[in-house]
């Protein structure tokens, strides 16, 4: 298979997710998320949550069960 092929067959591919009825959810989804204040700090601060914990493994430092619990 070539190249070009390939290519097509992923722009293909990822058409068809678009075009889906789980993207349509996904994308409703998001909608509501983002129209809900409450929601959408909750989302962030697990966000800056995975972010500290990630920092934190990548500088070699032990993560606290109170962290995790947190996270939980």
Not at 20 to 35: A, C, K, T
Not at 42 to 61: A, E, F
Request: charged fraction near 30%.
């Amino acid at each position: 298979m070539e190249k070009e092929q390939i290519l097509t067959m992923a722009f293909e591919l990822g058409a068809a997710i678009a075009r889906s009825e789980q993207m349509g959810i996904l994308r409703d989804m998001q909608d509501r998320v983002s129209s809900d204040a409450g929601a959408a700090g909750l989302i962030m601060n697990y966000q800056d949550t995975i972010q500290q914990m990630d920092n934190k493994r990548r500088d070699g430092l032990d993560i606290l069960p109170a962290e995790i619990s947190h996270l939980e």
